[in-house]
Nanobody, 128 residues
Framework: QVQLAESGGGSVQPGGSLRLSCGAS????????MGWFRQAPGKEREGVAFIDRFGVTTYSDAVRGRFTISKDNAAITLYLQMNSLRPEDTAMYYCAADPLLSCRLRPDGRQDPSFDYWGQGTQVTVAA
């Protein structure tokens, strides 16, 4: 079982940047899709950015052009570079991985939330 641990969250002013990291307990070469979800208070968890085992990336409309997902060659660490942050980006950010699920978003623009492996989350707060 793959264990995931996020780091890099914090507080930043609007327009600022943060880089989140997600360390895996073992190589994730067997994982088909890894990515980031976020959940703000009172809202559903939403998919943000995903990368599959071939390096193909997928982004939600809310973050496309501002966030960049990547992973290291050893596939041990997943990253989320977040630029031009907005107050509406404030949320708990979770790293997730699944051996089978596709990284493609559903027709409604949402990601399937039934990933097998999850981290504990890291808080991101964007405020003046």
């Amino acid at each position: 079982q793959v264990q995931l641990a996020e780091s890099g969250g914090g507080s930043v002013q609007p327009g600022g940047s943060l880089r989140l990291s997600c360390g895996a307990s073992e190589s994730t070469h067997s994982i088909y899709c890894m990515g980031w979800f976020r959940q703000a208070p009172g809202k559903e968890r939403e998919g943000v950015a995903f990368i599959d085992r071939f390096g193909v990336t997928t982004y939600s409309d809310a973050v496309r052009g501002r966030f960049t997902i990547s992973k290291d060659n050893a596939a041990i660490t997943l990253y989320l570079q977040m630029n031009s942050l907005r107050p509406e980006d404030t949320a708990m950010y979770y790293c997730a991985a699944d051996p089978l699920l596709s990284c493609r978003l559903r027709p409604d623009g949402r990601q399937d939330p039934s990933f097998d492996y999850w981290g504990q989350g890291t808080q991101v707060t964007v405020a003046a």
